[in-house]
Nanobody, 124 residues
Framework: QVMLAESGGGLVQPGGSLTLSCTAS????????IGWFRQAPGKEREGVSC????????YYADSVKGRFTISRDSGKNTVYLQMNSLKPEDTAVYFC?????????????????WGQGTQVTVSS
């Protein structure tokens, strides 16, 4: 059974840092572009960052540019989202998703598998 799982969320004070992980079971992430998304209460889901299959191309939403870093570790079959200088407006459930082909969604991909999400709360 194909499964994608996020971890690393939690409660952090403004200005703090968290690293989210996206891991897969039953398949390798090397064959996929990966997108990170978030959804805050009462808001639509939005794209946060993405990384190409090779890891050579990354992209960030303007709201997180300079604060978040996406990376991938093939040996661990994991994609990370390092989040620094967190703000209360970063509070949301964060999701990762795999993209096997180009499309019209975030970063020009078409996303197929999604994780269940991990909660990030930024509050003092």
């Amino acid at each position: 059974q194909v499964m994608l799982a996020e971890s690393g969320g939690g409660l952090v004070q403004p200005g703090g840092s968290l690293t989210l992980s996206c891991t897969a079971s039953a398949f390798t992430l090397d064959y996929y572009g990966i997108g990170w998304f978030r959804q805050a209460p009462g808001k639509e889901r939005e794209g946060v960052s993405c990384i190409s299959r090779s890891g050579g191309t990354t992209y960030y939403a303007d709201s997180v540019k300079g604060r978040f870093t996406i990376s991938r570790d093939s040996g661990k079959n994991t994609v990370y989202l390092q989040m620094n200088s967190l703000k209360p407006e970063d509070t949301a459930v964060y999701f990762c998703a795999t993209a096997a082909r180009d499309g019209s969604s975030w970063c020009g991909y078409e996303y197929d598998y999604w994780g269940q999400g991990t909660q990030v709360t930024v509050s003092s």
